[in-house]
């Protein structure tokens, strides 16, 4: 089954400066990868997702790569602010006609310093 | 959007009894829910797959009879924990797929 394993796992930076956690993932018939952010006691919320027909989303302050061939995938926070401060989550799941089971990886506490 | 309810949100119960937690999806049909479990500071932990009348499908290492999910209708899926001990004290959270993926609130499990 699918393995994703994501880094770092705590990531601590100055307010301003750019954040990038660094997912990989082992089936090669995976083709959705979000990233979520969690709050304490709460529901994952989507912050950007990539299919596997594309290499790069943005949406403004926040871009995801994906590079197929190495089955690896990043997520990029630009000019952060001390609300970024939470857990996010990388996953991966397959198609409509494959698995669809979602399986993340192990998470990033990413702190961001007034 | 597609919404995906949630109940209880939180729940306390005495060791050995049973506790039931509902995901209805209320504006979509889901043919299939997915159970995770999420302990404090690690991750969302995908339990197992209910699919609409038919049975669930579990992950490797849990137990299909201690954590009985029933899947009997498109809107409502349910995972009873059986026989609750203090070490199943977690965080439960259901999710289906429309597009992308919905999740409810989760269940704060507490077992005393």
């Known amino acids: 089954g699918e393995n994703v394993e994501q880094h770092p796992s705590t990531l601590s930076v100055q307010e301003g400066d750019s954040a990038v956690i660094k997912c990989t993932y082992s089936?090669?018939?995976?083709?959705?990868f979000p990233w979520y952010k969690q709050e304490l006691g709460k529901r994952p919320q989507l912050i950007i997702d990539i299919r596997s027909n594309v290499g790069e989303k943005k949406d403004q302050r926040i871009a995801v790569t994906l590079n197929k061939t190495a089955k690896h995938f990043s997520l990029h926070i630009t000019e952060t602010q001390p609300e970024d401060s939470a857990v996010y989550f990388c996953a991966a799941s397959g198609s409509q006609g494959g698995s669809e089971k979602l399986v993340f990886g192990k998470g990033t506490k990413l702190t961001v310093n007034p | 959007g597609a919404v995906v309810s949630q109940h209880p949100s939180w729940v306390i119960c005495k060791s050995g009894t049973s506790v039931k937690i509902e995901c209805r999806s209320l504006?979509?049909?889901?043919?299939?829910m997915f159970w995770y479990r999420q302990f404090p500071k690690q991750s969302l932990m995908l339990m197992a797959t209910s699919n609409e009348g038919s049975k669930a499908t579990y992950e490797q290492g849990v137990e299909k009879d201690k954590f009985l999910i029933n899947h009997a209708s498109l809107t409502l899926s349910t995972l009873t924990v059986t026989s609750a001990h203090p070490e199943d004290s977690s965080f439960y959270i259901c999710?289906?797929?429309?597009?992308?993926?919905?999740f409810g609130s989760g269940t704060r499990l507490t077992v005393v």
């Open positions: 504006d979509f049909q889901a043919t299939t």
């Open positions: 999710s289906a797929r429309k597009g992308g993926y919905t």
């Open positions: 089936d090669s018939a995976s083709n959705y």
